[in-house]
């Protein structure tokens, strides 16, 4: 009987222990870890302003490389389910490349993007689960900074033509517009002990942007305008504490 008891008890605080492992209501978390961002993107051609007139560029594209940055997240837990999370991070940094046409011109320039994001979640299992799968949703409002072209663009050679000969070529900026991004995300932690977790998750954000090249030449000013559809899937893979 001495032995049953002894094991009663012993059951009794493992799931006392158990039950102090998961998320509950009130309990705030914070995650750090590794964001990878894969672009699923796609390009308009390029629209050239120039002498009054409008002229698109058939077969002109781009493609944005894959990036990856430090990632922070805090999350609130209002109930033992529903939680809202804050996702901030490092700016990744993308490359993009010229297609089509504007193959010849390698990388064509580069810019870091902020995209501070708020998600709604749902966890499902109890409170009391290490394994808890979660479905959200959210947005984000991006913006870039850095805008950096490479050579060939920032000097309009891109604008050399037989009409106009190297007329339209001159000193080029570049400017990226904000926009706000539906983000859907899912994914799960698995709960280590009371204080710490692991956290993986994937995100599907639907990004575009405006790019739009101003060149100072000989004849007044030109302006290229392209809109880049981003929509990157972002893997999150982190380390959390639990207050």
Request: aromatic fraction near 12%; proline fraction near 3%.
């Amino acid at each position: 009987m001495k032995r049953v008891r002894g094991f009663g008890v012993t059951a009794a605080l493992l799931l006392a222990s158990t039950a102090a492992q998961a998320q509950s209501a009130g309990d705030f978390v914070t995650d750090v870890g590794w964001f990878h961002l894969a672009p699923q993107d796609s390009s308009k051609p390029l629209t050239v302003n120039a002498l009054g007139t409008s002229v698109t560029e058939a077969g002109t594209g781009a493609t944005v490389d894959d990036a990856d940055t430090f990632g922070l997240t805090a999350t609130y837990f209002f109930t033992d389910h529903i939680a809202t999370t804050a996702v901030l991070g490092a700016p990744p940094k993308f490359h993009l490349t010229g297609t089509g046409s504007l193959a010849a011109l390698g990388q064509i320039g580069s810019a870091y993007e902020w995209s501070p994001t708020l998600l709604l979640k749902y966890y499902f299992n109890d409170a009391q689960s290490r394994f808890r799968p979660y479905l959200g949703a959210g947005g984000s409002y991006v913006w870039y900074s850095g805008v950096k072209l490479s050579q060939a663009v920032s000097s309009g050679s891109f604008l050399y033509s037989q009409t106009y000969g190297t007329a339209l070529e001159g000193t080029t900026t570049a400017k990226l517009s904000s926009s706000f991004a539906p983000v859907i995300n899912a994914g799960f932690a698995y709960n280590i002990d009371k204080h710490w977790s692991v956290d993986v998750s994937l995100s599907y954000m639907w990004l575009s942007t405006r790019a739009t090249l101003t060149t100072h030449s000989e004849v007044g000013t030109v302006t290229s305008s392209t809109k880049l559809k981003l929509d990157p899937i972002i893997s999150f893979v982190s380390i959390g504490y639990r207050f």
